[in-house]
């Protein structure tokens, strides 16, 4: 099973500035990562497939890159709204998660 | 604007089965362009996928939990099913339904429906 690493496990930033996650895994998937922003109470929702590729609807301000085994989420500046739960998704070999980031405000 | 909703009993005892309905709306789970499976979340922990159906039946189980899961598919009511034997303390967590969206290089989850939050105890 491909393992996931996310870190920080918790990130502190102050709106408006950027906010940047990173996603370990523990061998080669290639460019066949999500990332995912988890509100409390709610489901997860679909931010980046494909490492770098913006689903629909989501802002501009929300980038993916990486490929291989090292990938980063980055929120160029935050919104109050962004402040959530992120968690990166394996999909080259079955399915894996990372543990997750907590995004709060500082 | 697909629609995922999850339903079923929301307490189990150990060793029994867990079953749980999802209803699609919005979209038809006959599509090619999908599978339709569940993703689980233990309370204050991560996400774990756990399987997921494709519209020629097909069926793709995370291999911890093969011995106990099945995912079925009823197109008369655009409905996919979970059902989860011998569950145990561990098992209980929000279950969610997923859209599966088949990829160029592989599937990622899309939409999500709401959770259930199925508990198992006695």
């Known amino acids: 099973e491909i393992v996931m690493t996310q870190s920080p496990a918790t990130l502190s930033v102050s709106p408006g500035e950027r906010a940047t996650l990173s996603c370990r895994a523990s061998q080669s998937v290639s460019s066949n990562l999500a990332w995912y922003q988890q509100k409390p109470g709610q489901a997860p929702r679909l931010l980046i497939y494909g490492a770098s590729t913006r689903a629909t609807g989501i802002p501009a301000r929300f980038s993916g890159s990486g490929s291989g085994t090292e990938f980063t989420l980055t929120i160029s500046s935050l919104q109050s709204e962004d402040f959530a739960v992120y968690y990166c998704?394996?999909?080259?070999?079955?399915?894996?998660f990372g543990q997750g980031t907590k995004l709060e405000i500082k | 604007q697909l629609q995922l909703q999850e339903s079923g009993p929301g307490l189990v005892k150990p060793s029994e089965s867990l079953s749980l309905t999802c209803t699609v709306s919005g979209g038809s789970i006959s599509s090619n362009r999908y599978y339709w499976g569940w993703v689980r979340q233990p309370p204050g922990k991560g996400l774990e996928w756990i399987g997921h159906?494709?519209?020629?039946?097909?069926?793709y189980y995370k291999s911890s939990l093969k011995s106990r899961v099945t995912v079925s598919g009823d197109t008369s009511k655009n409905q996919c099913s979970l059902n989860l034997s011998s569950v145990t303390a561990a098992d209980t967590a929000v279950y969610y339904c997923?859209?599966?969206?088949?990829?160029?290089?592989?599937?990622?989850?899309?939409?999500w429906g709401q959770g259930t939050l199925v508990t198992v105890s006695s």
């Open positions: 159906i494709y519209f020629d039946g097909s069926t």
């Open positions: 997923v859209r599966v969206v088949v990829g160029t290089t592989g599937n990622w989850f899309d939409p």
């Open positions: 998704q394996q999909y080259n070999n079955w399915y894996t």
